[in-house]
């Protein structure tokens, strides 16, 4: 099966968007399972404004490229197209991105494991009981999140979600833009228990947390103690200096 050529803009006299031309050039100059760099699509594409762009697009439509987030081996700017999807360049084929088709029992398997079988927004897992005066129970279902990423282009992401959560919120999107930079803000000391959390999927209370709680019970006189051994604290420690 010999595919049109990816440099041909035109196809009698439709033209070929430039996500089949990129579409086209991956499955004849790259070859799945090989590797490409930034500056080997831009020199291709030197006529196309985003073709990093239609490249992600891509995956919308099935094709898997992963990126150095996805597959440590490969280096910052580097991609490794690793297999087909939809032959994007045939007219029709390009009409429905993967997220708005409705997903195969698998593909909701995956995700619902990936999350732990818990709604990512409120915590539930399935057929629990939310608690408040409502009795009914939590079904999940796989959300599709529009996540901004670091780059600032969009992609859907899909997520756990209990009914509940999932009804009447519109279209949430997250920015992970934003949220890598505060991440990127934080002290040492915050990055290391932020990882924790992380590495346990639940925020456990730090020491400091348990210490919190404690001191809001206290009476006022205990309360004016412990503020004043912080005080003693920080002057000792400012000795050993
Ligand atoms: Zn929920």
Redesign the pocket.
């Known amino acids: 099966m010999s595919l049109p050529s990816w440099q041909k803009k035109l196809d009698g006299n439709r033209k070929v968007g430039s996500m089949a031309r990129a579409a086209l050039w991956l499955a004849t100059e790259v070859g799945e399972g090989n590797i490409f760099t930034k500056a080997d699509l831009r020199s291709a594409f030197s006529d196309v404004a985003q073709i990093d762009r239609r490249i992600r697009q891509l995956r919308d439509y099935g094709w898997r490229i992963d990126f150095s987030r996805d597959d440590p081996s490969l280096k910052q700017d580097e991609q490794r197209f690793v297999s087909r999807g939809a032959d994007v360049w045939i007219p029709g084929q390009a009409k429905t991105p993967r997220h708005k088709n409705s997903l195969t029992a698998a593909q909701r398997q995956k995700v619902f494991q990936a999350d732990g079988y818990l709604?990512r927004?409120?915590g539930?897992a399935s057929g629990e009981e939310y608690g408040d005066d409502d009795v009914t129970q939590?079904v999940l279902n796989v959300a599709r999140r529009k996540v901004v990423l670091a780059d600032g282009s969009e992609e859907h992401q899909l997520v756990t979600?209990?009914k509940?959560?999932g009804s009447g919120s519109g279209d949430r999107e997250v920015n992970l833009e934003a949220l890598l930079e505060l991440v990127e803000d934080l002290s040492p000391m915050e990055r290391r228990i932020l990882a924790g959390w992380i590495a346990a999927d639940r925020r456990s209370p730090e020491p400091i947390d348990r210490l919190w709680g404690l001191y809001r019970t206290l009476p006022e006189e205990a309360r004016k103690a412990v503020a004043g051994a912080l005080d003693d604290a920080d002057a000792a420690d400012g000795m050993d200096d």
């Open positions: 709604c927004s409120c539930i939590a979600e209990c509940r959560c």
